[in-house]
């Protein structure tokens, strides 16, 4: 599928302001939300990409460990250690949240003004989810997430 946003011919130049007003509006919208779905793939792709690193640093550093003599074979990595990880983690998750809160603002803003707006068309927005901004926002936080519930689960086995 192509994110690819084309524009639509400009009506003459004696159309009506609320049908101009009304197709940008909506062409706005529609950027907005394929820009935003594009966010969260790059976002969470990204996100494991780090992630999928981060383990196979850990695990190096578990072998340097044990190689040294710091820890016992099959020990886990140092908690100090383990949460450096974690932190750049969060520190993406922070990124990501933040442009895709901006995002959701925006759009919730040009929807507030179509609905607002003396709709030419007839077609109505249907109403907001809040919920999904704090999913667009929260879904980032997954990743750092599960990445402290595996240390727990790992260590209280």
């Known amino acids: 599928m192509s ?28 950027h907005l939300q394929e820009s935003a779905m594009s966010l969260l793939r790059w976002g969470l792709t990204v996100m494991l990409g780090v992630q999928t690193v981060i383990y196979y640093i850990r695990r190096d550093l578990v072998a340097q460990y044990v190689s040294q003599g710091r820890i016992a074979a099959g020990g886990l990595l140092p908690i100090q250690r383990y949460l450096v ?20 603002i ?20 249907l109403p907001r989810f809040p919920e999904f901004r704090y999913m667009m926002i929260g879904i980032f936080f ?16």
């Open 85 to 104: 990880g974690t932190f750049v983690l969060v520190v993406i998750a922070c990124l990501f949240s933040r442009m895709a809160y901006a995002a959701s």
């Open 3 to 30: 994110s690819k946003v084309t524009m639509e011919p400009l009506p003459e130049r004696h159309a009506d302001p609320r049908v101009l007003k009304e197709m940008f509006l909506r062409q706005e919208i529609r």
């Open 142 to 157: 997954v990743v750092p997430v599960l990445d402290i519930l595996v240390r727990i689960i790992v260590t209280f086995e």
């Open 106 to 125: 925006r759009l919730g803003n040009y929807r507030s003004q179509l609905v607002a707006a003396d709709l030419v068309s007839g077609i109505r927005e």
